[in-house]
């Protein structure tokens, strides 16, 4: 185990994979403890506060479908969004990595 991960909200360290929430709050990607999240950040959802947590099941299966998509994307000859369409899909898949590399690798198993 490497490094403390500790709830941006109450400042309490965060032991077990049950207990991280990791969301983005305008566009940085942020760990907080299931207490805290379910009380106070998952009502607040807006363009800059995320409602989804990065570390959920349903991101994981939306980080599969966007590698796919992004895959797809680049063998397909070029059309005028391609490039932006890119750049959306390859930030949700580099916030995924990021959360798994910073924070869930750093958490012990429950």
């Known amino acids: 185990m490497g490094s403390k991960v500790i709830c941006d909200q109450c400042a309490k360290e965060i032991e077990h994979e049950d207990d991280l929430v990791v969301t983005t709050v305008i566009f940085?990607?942020?760990?907080?403890?299931?207490?805290?999240?379910?009380?106070?950040?998952?009502?607040?959802s807006s363009f800059f506060v995320g409602n989804v947590p990065l570390n959920g099941m349903y991101s994981n299966f939306t980080t599969f479908f966007s590698v796919l998509c992004f895959l797809?994307?680049?063998l397909i000859e070029s059309f005028s969004f391609k490039p932006l369409i890119?750049?959306?899909?390859?930030?949700?898949?580099?916030?995924?990595i990021y959360s798994y590399v910073v924070y869930e690798r750093q958490v012990g198993k429950s």
């Open 28 to 44: 940085s990607v942020t760990p907080y403890c299931n207490r805290c999240y379910v009380d106070r950040i998952k009502g607040m």
């Open 72 to 74: 797809i994307l680049l």
């Open 86 to 96: 890119l750049l959306a899909l390859g930030g949700f898949i580099a916030f995924r």
